[in-house]
């Protein structure tokens, strides 16, 4: 018969092993109670904390200065790993920045403004810009049109009042200075012949575009009859007297009449010295072209024709030459 084997010993110790902890334990003196307060933060050296009951809290000495603070002064691995985050965030930041200005092609200052207020947000803000440029973009195209169509309804109310006044070209009464010489036909009656500068009085006209005008010459008023509403045209400036002596720069080209003695031919520019004295109503004055660009010459030219600024100084350059006026 076989016999059931033994338990070994080992497993015996075990038991034996617990009790005596146990034993030891029981022994021991009490444990004491934990400190109220909570353990002090790690302090960089020449720091001491100090608690303070009636706060609850510690306050920390830098025994160098023996200044305090309720604030825990930082370590300076914390310092130093704040500015590498610091740096490492400018980076980023810098890096987001250029991204956002390659995309949108907006300056520095204008993504950099995008990203902050979008929260450094690249997509949000390449988005946010592009709407921006669009709308932008919109916006000139809806300008240009805009300014296309008033230039377009500017030139058609300049044609339409070009025709308009083409329509209503017709003299009414007043009085006119004559923009050219004209003499009538032999064959039409009850015409007058006038000269570039005079001035006429209109009291009638046929009422017909580039029609006829009836009217007396304002220097002799005896002197009255038809004559074409075509050579007429508004004054420019309020007739003036020129004094003997004054020169004056001619503002239009005034071309003597072959058929009439006495009148001398000007051209724009040239200078004219007055040699006699004016009388009213101030149409004709009497003048010596002294310009270097063409000989001396005396004559009559009408008022109409000088400027409204007196020539200072002598304009003549070099002698002078014959006078065609004898």
């Not at 810098?94 to 690249?122: F, M, Y």
């Not at 030139?155 to 025709?163: I, K, P, S, V």
């Not at 003499?183 to 575009?209: A, K, L, N, Y």
Request: a negative charge.
């Amino acid at each position: 018969q076989q016999q059931q084997p033994q338990q070994p010993q080992q497993q015996q110790q075990p038991q034996q092993s617990s009790q005596a902890s146990w034993a030891a334990w029981a022994e021991a003196p009490s444990q004491p109670p934990a400190p109220s307060q909570p353990p002090p933060p790690r302090l960089p050296p020449d720091w001491q904390a100090i608690w303070a009951e009636t706060n609850a809290a510690y306050y920390f000495w830098h025994l160098p200065t023996n200044r305090t603070t309720w604030d825990p002064p930082e370590m300076e691995d914390s310092v130093a790993q704040r500015q590498q985050a610091a740096a490492a965030e400018s980076t980023r930041r810098d890096a987001l920045i250029s991204e956002a200005r390659e995309i949108t092609g907006v300056d520095a200052a204008t993504a950099r403004s995008s990203l902050e207020t979008h929260n450094w947000n690249l997509e949000a803000a390449v988005r946010s810009q592009v709407q921006k440029q669009e709308a932008a973009k919109r916006r000139a195209e809806e300008e240009a049109a805009a300014a296309r169509a008033a230039e377009e309804a500017k030139q058609r109310a300049a044609e339409e009042a070009r025709a308009k006044a083409a329509q209503s070209s017709v003299v009414g009464p007043g009085v006119y200075i004559c923009a050219q010489h004209w003499r009538p036909r032999q064959s039409i009656p009850g015409c007058i012949r006038v000269f570039h500068g005079e001035r006429v009085r209109v009291t009638w006209t046929d009422g017909q575009e580039e029609g006829w005008a009836y009217g007396t010459v304002l220097e002799e008023p005896s002197k009255d009859g038809y004559f074409p509403q075509a050579i007429l045209r508004e004054l420019k400036h309020q007739p003036r007297g020129r004094r003997v002596g004054e020169k004056w720069t001619a503002t239009e080209r005034f071309d003597a009449p072959e058929e009439v003695g006495g009148y001398a031919s000007v051209q724009v520019g040239e200078t004219v010295k007055v040699l006699h004295p004016m009388a009213e109503p101030y149409v004709w004055v009497y003048v010596e072209r002294i310009s270097a660009r063409s000989l001396p010459e005396v004559g009559w030219i009408p008022e109409c024709i000088l400027g409204s600024a007196e020539v200072r100084g002598d304009h003549r350059q070099g002698g002078p030459g014959p006078n065609p006026a004898g």
